[in-house]
């Protein structure tokens, strides 16, 4: 495994670490929200048996924390650069970022696995209040008028990793130390101008998708589910959609070992 450190490229690229040959056809792994990069440590080194792993670490977190804050245009277009062409595989907000790159720039998309991830919420009214719900969430973090201190990175995770969609999950695939990591005003900036309240709805560009997508979900997370039959129907036959039983959002995790397999038979699939 090699680390690329962000002072490498003077704090203007995302930082990334590294698995496996880079002679090889290339993966690009985004994590979600409060993770990083190292986040896909117990899964890459399966992956780079036979694929070079590029695993970023977003803005706002990790190694790439003191980044300007950027929007998922401007992350995609981030993840891009420090990718390159490859397949991206990207998990609920590192979904949406994958999403978003493969209809900003198609041509670094050989193929893109979307997990747990959604195309934006087009109820306006439900929007608005995911981005007030964000934002109150990021003012807990990082309280804008400096009036007081804000959650610590310990006191933030116990609420977040408290929720329906994590706990379920036993120590090690909540990732709790690779998440400690972060700082709460980093992943505070990063809810206020990333967060799902924030983007803009796709549903209707997913046809212009003409790369091969594998949209996965859990069975017991069944909001992620249906988003995922529904992405693979309106992006067409490029794209199927894949249903875990017995497993929640964050599947990737939760159940390596059939996440890989899932995702290797996908790669190993013929392309027309």
């Known amino acids: 495994m090699q680390s690329i450190d962000e002072s490498d490229t003077g704090g203007e690229r995302l930082a990334t670490l590294e698995w496996g040959d880079p002679e090889n056809p290339r993966i690009v792994l985004i994590h979600g929200f409060t993770q990083s990069a190292q986040s896909w440590s117990r899964i890459a080194p399966g992956i780079a048996r036979n694929y070079s792993v590029v695993a970023v670490d977003l803005p706002g977190h990790g190694r790439s924390a003191d980044l300007v804050p950027a929007d998922l245009t401007e992350t995609a277009r981030l993840v891009g650069e420090v990718g390159g062409r490859a397949v991206y595989i990207g998990y609920s907000l590192g979904g949406r970022v994958a999403l978003t790159l493969a209809l900003d720039q198609p041509e670094l998309v050989d193929a893109l696995v979307l997990v747990s991830a959604s195309p934006g919420i087009v109820d306006g009214a439900e929007r608005v209040a995911r981005r007030e719900s964000d934002r109150a969430l990021a003012e807990r973090l990082d309280p804008s008028d400096g009036s007081e201190p804000g959650l610590s990175i310990e006191e933030f995770l116990d609420i977040w990793l408290a929720q329906p969609l994590f706990r379920d999950l036993d120590e090690g695939a ?19 101008v990333a967060g ?26 069944p909001s992620y589910a249906a988003r995922a039959r529904m992405m693979a129907t309106e992006i067409g036959e490029n794209a199927r959609a894949v249903v875990l039983d017995d497993v929640g959002h964050a599947l990737c995790f939760e159940r390596p070992a059939e996440f890989l397999r899932v995702v290797e038979d996908f790669l190993e699939e013929p392309k027309s």
């Open 174 to 192: 909540k990732d709790r130390a690779s998440r400690l990591q972060n700082s709460p005003r980093a992943l505070a900036q990063s809810l206020r």
């Open 196 to 221: 799902a309240g924030e983007m803009g709805p796709l549903h209707h560009r997913l046809r212009e998708i003409k790369a091969p997508v594998l949209c996965l979900a859990g069975e017991r997370d």
